[in-house]
């Protein structure tokens, strides 16, 4: 992708807003690791730090993934993007001014949820499900201090998604319900945790926005009601996988589904295109799933 300059508020996030850019007249928010090297001195179009398979823990995804990108070093990388950017800019105040007025979006934990929900993970070993929660919310909030500290002042922030009702975990689980409640159950202790966890952060924080995104209730809301939402199958994985039963990642060189846009998941963890889209539309001005403040109102603020 290009560097084209650009002096509107920036954005950290992935597929999400890739399409809250589209929807606002923004580029594409470029990967980071992806920039030419000579664009990676003026990154004024906001940058995509996001990894695949990645979580909030230093550790998850490791095993899966390789050596994925996680958020200390997703950070880090922040990190080095505010040095070159800041010689772009008059001064300090004018910089800071500059990164105040940018959106971070922060979308993980679903991939520590679904190390914690293997029985055979350190991570199930040493929490219950109350207290991997409150561990992995306190690590959230450690990492967006440092966010703050280096210049980060809007905040939008997904809780985690019905990890229960992932066609991986359905396929291997087989529960009799249309989704595996257990793992459900322990996600919602994170997600009514984090609005808690976010109000202290603003309360502790001067200047600070904090937003909270409810992907969980969206993801309810179109189990629940499909066809409101255009979606006709909310069970299956649109791509083939690896083992050919739902429960392992894409075959490569596979084509997809026919009908992707018209199916909740793509692959066996992650929501096709059209249901990122549909998150960007009802956050943008639904109070019931982006709050206290929608997008539309924290990108103005």
């Given at each position: 992708?290009?560097?084209?300059?650009?002096?509107?508020?920036?954005?950290?996030?992935?597929?999400?807003?890739?399409?809250?850019?589209?929807?606002?007249?923004?580029?594409?928010?470029?990967?980071?690791?992806?920039?030419?090297?000579?664009?990676?001195?003026?990154?004024?179009?906001?940058?995509?730090?996001?990894?695949?398979?990645?979580?909030?823990?230093?550790?998850?995804?490791?095993?899966?993934?390789?050596?994925?990108?996680?958020?200390?070093?997703?950070?880090?990388?922040?990190?080095?993007?505010?040095?070159?950017?800041?010689?772009?800019?008059?001064?300090?105040?004018d910089f800071a001014r500059y990164l105040s007025k940018s959106?971070?979006?922060?979308?993980?934990?679903?991939?520590?949820?679904?190390?914690?929900?293997?029985?055979?993970?350190?991570?199930?070993?040493?929490?219950?499900?109350?207290?991997?929660?409150?561990?992995?919310?306190?690590?959230?909030?450690?990492?967006?201090?440092?966010?703050?500290?280096?210049?980060?002042?809007?905040?939008?922030?997904?809780?985690?998604?019905?990890?229960?009702?992932?066609?991986?975990?359905?396929?291997?689980?087989?529960?009799?319900?249309?989704?595996?409640?257990p793992a459900n159950g322990a996600v919602s202790v994170y997600?009514?945790?984090?609005?808690?966890?976010?109000?202290?952060?603003?309360?502790?924080?001067?200047?600070?926005?904090?937003?909270?995104?409810?992907?969980?209730?969206?993801?309810?809301?179109?189990?629940?009601?499909?066809?409101?939402?255009?979606?006709?199958?909310?069970?299956?994985?649109?791509?083939?996988?690896?083992?050919?039963?739902?429960?392992?990642?894409?075959?490569?060189?596979?084509?997809?589904?026919?009908?992707?846009?018209?199916?909740?998941?793509?692959?066996?963890?992650?929501?096709?295109?059209?249901?990122?889209?549909?998150?960007?539309?009802?956050?943008?001005?639904?109070?019931?799933?982006?709050?206290?403040?929608?997008?539309s109102q924290l990108m103005r603020a």
């Amino acid at each position: 992708m290009g560097c084209d300059e650009l002096g509107n508020p920036s954005f950290m996030g992935c597929f999400d807003f890739d399409n809250a850019a589209q929807i606002n007249g923004l580029p594409y928010p470029p990967p980071y690791l992806g920039i030419k090297t000579e664009c990676k001195a003026m990154p004024k179009t906001g940058v995509n730090f996001a990894s695949g398979s990645c979580g909030i823990l230093p550790d998850t995804g490791n095993g899966s993934a390789g050596n994925c990108l996680n958020f200390d070093k997703q950070i880090q990388l922040f990190k080095e993007v505010t040095k070159r950017l800041r010689r772009q800019f008059r001064n300090d105040t004018d910089f800071a001014r500059y990164l105040s007025k940018s959106v971070f979006y922060i979308s993980m934990g679903s991939n520590d949820y679904f190390e914690f929900l293997d029985p055979t993970s350190p991570q199930a070993q040493k929490f219950t499900p109350v207290t991997f929660s409150v561990f992995l919310a306190q690590q959230l909030s450690l990492r967006l201090k440092k966010l703050y500290d280096m210049g980060a002042r809007k905040f939008l922030v997904n809780n985690v998604g019905a990890v229960g009702c992932t066609p991986g975990l359905l396929n291997m689980a087989k529960p009799p319900t249309p989704c595996f409640e257990p793992a459900n159950g322990a996600v919602s202790v994170y997600n009514t945790i984090i609005p808690f966890v976010l109000t202290n952060l603003k309360s502790e924080l001067p200047g600070s926005k904090f937003v909270i995104s409810n992907i969980f209730k969206l993801f309810v809301d179109v189990k629940a009601m499909p066809a409101a939402f255009h979606i006709s199958d909310t069970r299956n994985n649109c791509c083939v996988d690896i083992a050919g039963n739902g429960t392992l990642p894409c075959k490569p060189f596979v084509p997809p589904c026919k009908d992707v846009k018209s199916r909740l998941f793509f692959d066996v963890a992650h929501p096709t295109q059209s249901v990122h889209y549909l998150l960007v539309r009802r956050c943008l001005v639904d109070p019931t799933i982006c709050g206290p403040l929608n997008l539309s109102q924290l990108m103005r603020a």
